[in-house]
């Protein structure tokens, strides 16, 4: 599944546009990698978003392609906040 509708279907980042522009702007990271918008993203895989006041770290648990609400939290574990002075 590509790294921007993930980011949207599961609701760590509210809307599509908004996850591609962050990809673009080199805050998000698969694996320690700087990730683009369309990279893949797998089961396993570690997400590390930088949000401007906190870095948060993911564990991606499963990739659905429609979630609901209750769903979506499912789809990944957050397993480190930093935050950021």
Known sequence: MRLD???KISRIIKRRTLAKSV???GKVKINGRVA???NDVESGD???IDF???VVVF???ETLS???KEQASTM????????VI
């Open 5 to 7: 509708k993930f980011l």
């Open 59 to 61: 564990e991606v648990c």
């Open 23 to 25: 990809c673009d702007q």
């Open 76 to 83: 990944y574990k957050v397993k480190q906040e930093k935050h």
């Open 46 to 48: 570690e997400l590390e």
């Open 52 to 54: 401007g006041s906190k």
């Open 66 to 68: 429609h979630a609901s």
């Open 36 to 38: 683009k918008a369309g």
